[in-house]
């Protein structure tokens, strides 16, 4: 009965259901059809915009260039109004070529070009056109993208990579670009001065001159991923920005202010990796992979490239003596290239008193330091102007560089070299003289004879040495970040730590002249079964100076890096170290062109860690540092070593008139 009169009450409402339904469903109909405008009200918005661009004095071409794999790269062609015959000046980048002409919107090019990468008094008065590319992958460029490409061969099966791609593009430059002369040089700073490298390999004929500055050339070896080994964990938000996206859109993020307390949490690099997923990411997982110098490192380590190319292109390595990020590379390609240079003439060295890049910016002081002239002012108008004139521009006069300009820092003034590191032509030569650590935390050029046999402090994961004074700033160049001024900050906190220990000369009476690079022979021992050597050589100012008070007492960091024990008997043969015996560890400090004036001293600190710049060592050995535990991070009494058999030293490249 029940089931019966519901199906009479469903019959009886069943038309004004339908209708009901029937009304909803053209209500519905209604929404989904497409929006229609107001036909009175068209939107203010043109369909095509066509900006008026007849006062300005340049012409601007965006441009999609094909590789010779059907891949096109998004390129921008800035060309002066009037330009003819006019030379090009190219940088390729991983960091938006949009970005880098637009710095400031202007009608005139000059403004368009300030900002990173691009020397814009040279390039503008000069009336170079300026070529910026997008490389395969990122932003406006079609392709995969891969950190730092390796060239075709063992770690690059496909017939492309960066020498490929910028052959192809100098070939189209030089075909369709009709204001220009047909000459291309190439230019770029860091990852953009690995670029100009890369053109050096199998070069097209158009390309006459190349000047990469502070380019990124081994990452292993002491550029932007280790430092002999050392893993410079702070790079971890590059690597995180430059790999996840095309155009960098996802951002490194933290909740701590001081860096210290982030890489403190996370224990080692490859959990604080996990805690930001980075596994998605390619080139962290080859990095994670690859802890020791194996051929994934040494075959793409662009000095080895090069060494094995002839030398076909004049070439000019600019290198910043106080480098935070690439202090390995411009040296390094010169001592591969310069050997190929028979005439003396096609490779150039210059060498400021920079930071990362500082050449393109104000030179006349870096952090407290300062020069006494704009010295990155004196490269450009002196030295970069008449050198790419003299290869761009038709009937330019050969200019008169040195074959090496360094600016001797101390007496703050350019020299013109014959070659490095013999600082001086004539009448003077570059003599090893070992500076060695003494007992009683003396340093001085006389052997130890007797006295302590070594100095000890006790070396705690759990507490290791910052690299710079806290709260540690994230890298970076803007909004007030000093990561740019590092390797100047004044050393005084570290050395009045007990984990950190010291080593001062008397007071000079006599200039101390060094030119080249400092080489550590470190004779210590750790309680542990791994560790870091972390060794300074430092100026220290005289207590007072009349001139500039607030650098009275101040400890400059002439040359100082990190040396991950692991490796002593070799960078790709890591081993276990021998508890409580003294070792023998020897490694190069970045190079110097100083002058210790008479009234300062000098110094040498050693310690265990450098962080978080650095990964902090467990100090027990582990296979891979990246996946170290919590408990392998152990306390380690470490012992510098001065006893007449067991001599510590620096062998300093000491100037001999």
């Known amino acids: 009965m029940k089931s019966s009169r519901a199906a009479i009450a469903w019959r009886g409402a069943k038309p004004a259901l339908l209708s009901l339904l029937l009304s909803l469903s053209s209500v519905a109909m209604a929404t989904d059809a497409p929006a229609q405008q107001y036909p009175n009200y068209p939107s203010e918005t043109p369909a095509t915009f066509k900006p008026v661009t007849s006062s300005y004095d340049y012409v601007e071409r965006d441009v999609m260039i094909p590789m010779r794999d059907g891949v096109k790269l998004y390129t921008v062609i ?49 009336g170079y056109i300026r070529v910026i590319q997008d490389i395969r992958g990122k932003y406006g460029s079609e392709g995969d993208y891969v950190m730092n490409r390796p060239v075709h061969g ?24 009709a204001e220009s002369n047909g000459k291309v040089g190439t230019i770029g700073i860091s990852y953009d001065g690995f670029e100009p490298l890369m053109s050096l390999v199998n070069p097209h004929p158009a390309l006459k001159v190349a000047v990469p500055m502070n380019p990124m050339v081994d990452g292993w070896m002491g550029d932007d991923w280790f430092h002999h080994g050392a893993f410079r964990q702070q790079n971890m938000s590059y690597i995180y920005e430059q790999s996840a996206s095309r155009d960098n859109s996802y951002k490194w993020w933290t909740s701590y202010h001081d860096e210290y307390d982030l890489f403190m949490q996370a224990g080692s690099a490859g959990e604080l990796g996990r ?3 980075m596994e998605q990411l390619g080139f962290w997982n080859k990095m994670i992979a690859h802890p020791a110098y194996d051929s994934f490192w040494s075959d793409q380590a662009v000095d080895k490239v090069l060494a094995a190319q002839p030398l076909k292109v004049p070439v000019m390595l600019v290198h910043s003596l106080w480098d935070q990020e690439d202090i390995y590379g411009a040296l390094a390609v010169y001592r591969a ?6 005439n003396g003439d096609m490779v150039k060295l210059v060498m400021g008193p920079w930071h990362h890049g500082q050449e393109i910016d104000e030179g006349s002081s870096l952090g407290a330091i300062r020069f006494g002239s704009d010295t990155a002012k004196y490269f450009r108008e002196h030295i970069l102007r008449p050198y790419l004139a003299q290869y761009l521009k038709d009937g330019a006069p050969k200019a008169d560089i040195a074959a090496v300009t360094a600016f001797q820092t101390g007496t703050n003034q350019w020299q013109r070299l014959s070659h490095w590191p013999l600082a001086c032509d004539e009448g003077c030569s570059t003599k090893s003289r070992p500076l060695y650590l003494e007992a009683g935390n003396k340093l001085g050029f006389s052997a130890p004879s007797s006295g302590d046999a070594y100095d000890e402090y006790v070396s705690d994961p759990a507490h290791p040495v910052p690299f710079r004074a806290r709260p540690i700033q994230p890298i970076g160049y803007d909004n007030g970040l000093t990561w ?12 009045g730590r007990t984990d950190v220990v ?18 550590v022979h470190l004779v210590a021992s750790t309680s542990g079964t791994d560790s870091d050597w972390v060794v300074k050589l430092i100026d220290v100012y005289p207590d ?22 692991r490796y002593r008997e070799g960078f790709d043969n890591p081993k276990p170290l021998a508890a409580n015996q003294a070792l023998a560890y020897r490694f190069d ?34 296979p891979n540092m990246f996946w170290a535990k919590p408990g392998d991070y152990q306390k380690a009494t470490q012992r510098i070593y001065h006893a007449p058999d067991q001599a510590s030293y620096i062998a300093l490249p000491v100037i001999a008139h």
């Open 78 to 126: 800035l060309i002066p109004k009037g330009a003819h015959h006019a030379g090009m000046v190219m940088t390729r980048t991983p960091y938006s070529a949009k970005e880098l002409t637009h710095h400031v919107m202007s009608g005139h090019l000059g403004p368009m070009l300030e900002g990173y990468d691009n020397a814009t008094d040279v390039i503008v008065e000069d």
């Open 154 to 177: 063992p770690l690059n099966p496909t017939p492309v990579d960066d020498a490929t791609d910028t052959y192809d593009t100098i070939d189209w430059l030089v075909k369709n670009v």
């Open 275 to 277: 805690q930001y997923g």
């Open 337 to 342: 290239i310069k050997p190929k240079d028979k």
């Open 484 to 495: 740019a001024q590092w390797l100047v900050d004044d050393q005084r906190e570290a050395s």
């Open 502 to 519: 010291t080593y001062v000369s008397d007071v000079l009476t006599q200039p101390l002249t060094i030119a080249g690079a400092p080489v």
């Open 544 to 565: 007072q100076v009349s001139e500039q008070p607030e650098m009275g007492g101040y400890q400059l960091a002439v040359s100082m890096d990190i040396f991950r024990g």
């Open 589 to 622: 400090l970045p190079a110097a062109n100083h002058v210790f004036l008479p009234g300062h001293r000098v110094m040498v600190q050693v310690q265990s860690s450098w962080f978080p710049l650095y990964d902090r060592n467990p100090q027990t050995f582990v």
